[in-house]
């Protein structure tokens, strides 16, 4: 009996700091969870990434091009993350297409005119009519509103034939 209780003490003194980490894991997972619902309930904007920049690698300004047109994305000072991804200084990419009209302050909608790319990709098809056409990228935070300040590139214009 006298062995039991020196083996006894030791394995509460290893449990208790065990059971303190996984309460303390689950109280930070119900605080970023309660945090995230505020975020997104309250639209509340992300912060930029403080060096992010966005910009097109392809097509190239003035460019003439066939559709569908292929379009690659480049990004600097931040990561990608699909969306519904909360993780500090990531976001992803959506495509401006004729400059669209949209509420910064809210979720992007996805329309012809404003491509998600919500799964992380970095670059896309588009089928794109003939004539002249505008593209901006912008990078938006894990629930698809554009950072504060925003992260867009210049404006490049292009022909379709």
Same mark, same amino acid.
């Given at each position: 009996m006298k062995r039991l209780l020196p083996l006894t003490l030791l394995l509460a003194a290893v449990a208790t700091p065990v059971a303190a980490d996984m309460f303390k894991d689950l109280k930070e997972t119900a605080k970023q969870t309660a945090t995230q619902k505020a975020a997104e %309930? =309250?639209? =509340?904007? /992300? @912060?930029?990434? #403080?060096? @992010? %920049? #966005?910009? =097109? !690698? @392809?097509? @190239?300004n003035g460019a003439t091009v066939s559709s569908p047109v292929k379009v690659v994305f480049g990004l600097s000072g931040a990561g990608v993350a699909p969306a519904g991804v909360q993780k500090e200084n990531t976001g992803h990419h959506h495509l401006l297409i004729d400059q669209p009209t949209y509420d910064a302050t809210l979720p992007l909608p996805a329309t012809d005119q404003i491509k998600h790319f919500g799964g992380g990709q970095t670059e896309a098809l588009l089928d794109l009519k003939p004539g002249k056409h505008t593209l901006q990228l912008m990078f938006a935070d894990w629930k698809h509103q554009p950072f504060n300040p925003a992260v867009v590139s210049?404006? !490049? /214009? =292009?022909t379709v034939k």
């Open positions: %309930k =309250l639209n =509340l904007p /992300t @912060a930029a990434p #403080v060096n @992010a %920049k #966005v910009y =097109l !690698i @392809a097509p @190239a210049e404006q !490049i /214009t =292009l």
